[in-house]
T-cell receptor, first 114, second 117 residues
Framework: ETGVTQTPRHLVMGMTNKKSLKCEQH?????MYWYKQSAKKPLELMFV???????ENNSVPSRFSPECPNSSHLFLHLHTLQPEDSALYLC?????????????FGPGTRLLVL | AQKITQTQPGMFVQEKEAVTLDCTYD???????LFWYKQPSSGEMIFLIY??????QNATEGRYSLNFQKARKSANLVISASQLGDSAMYFC??????????????FGQGTRLTINP
């Protein structure tokens, strides 16, 4: 596998379910990100991890819980979500010790909350 | 106030023509970076081109070039000889400062480009 992978690609869940999104990067990067993309809204940064440490929580509700066990893996644990949480969730990674840091994105998980 | 503005919600262009996608930005930080990403219907954000605020020349990557006008705070993407596969959403983004070494990107609302045969 190369680049940034995300699983699952599609997820339908009820408001009482608990599920997790997984992201894995094969680029040797040390920073990972979760973004939310809702219809007709710009991409919103949710969480940032740098060297496994969370450095940004962009006022995200506690029903979203990130986990970064190492620099290659990032999870987003979901529980008691609301229908308005339906969106495309994108993971990205970058190498944070260079002057020009390009973020590389995964294919995303399309989430539908019923 | 919006930091990244893309004023064209949609554009329709004939195949093989050149197309310019507009992006204006707002920042008081002298050091910043500007990115363009392409998002096909599959969802993946594909990096296209980068321009640093101190770069002397406009960035080019194959058929993509960035028309960087610093005084006007604009960073328009130019696609030469458009192809049917260029049909997608295009996002302009800006890096402003950093979060302890990791990037913080702010994205515009995007422009949907459709290439007609």
């Amino acid at each position: 596998e190369t680049g940034v992978t995300q699983t699952p690609r599609h997820l339908v869940m009820g408001m009482t379910n608990k599920k997790s999104l997984k992201c894995e990067q094969h680029l040797g990067h040390n920073a990972m990100y979760w973004y939310k993309q809702s219809a007709k809204k710009p991409l919103e940064l949710m969480f940032v991890y740098n060297f496994k440490e969370q450095t940004e929580n962009n006022s995200v509700p506690s029903r979203f819980s990130p986990e970064c066990p190492n620099s290659s893996h990032l999870f987003l644990h979901l529980h008691t979500l609301q229908p308005e949480d339906s969106a495309l969730y994108l993971c990205a990674s970058s190498q944070s010790d260079r002057g020009r840091e390009t973020q590389y994105f995964g294919p995303g998980t399309r989430l539908l909350v019923l | 106030a919006q930091k990244i503005t893309q004023t064209q919600p949609g554009m329709f262009v004939q195949e093989k023509e050149a197309v310019t996608l507009d992006c204006t930005y707002d920042t008081s930080d002298p050091s910043y970076g500007l990115f363009w990403y392409k998002q096909p219907s599959s969802g993946e954000m594909i990096f296209l081109i980068y321009q640093g605020s101190y770069d002397q020349q406009n960035a080019t990557e194959g058929r993509y070039s960035l028309n960087f006008q610093k005084a006007r705070k604009s960073a328009n993407l130019v696609i030469s000889a458009s192809q049917l596969g260029d049909s997608a959403m295009y996002f302009c983004a800006m890096r402003e400062g950093s979060i302890q070494g990791a990037q913080k990107l702010v994205f515009g609302q995007g422009t949907r480009l459709t290439i007609n045969p």
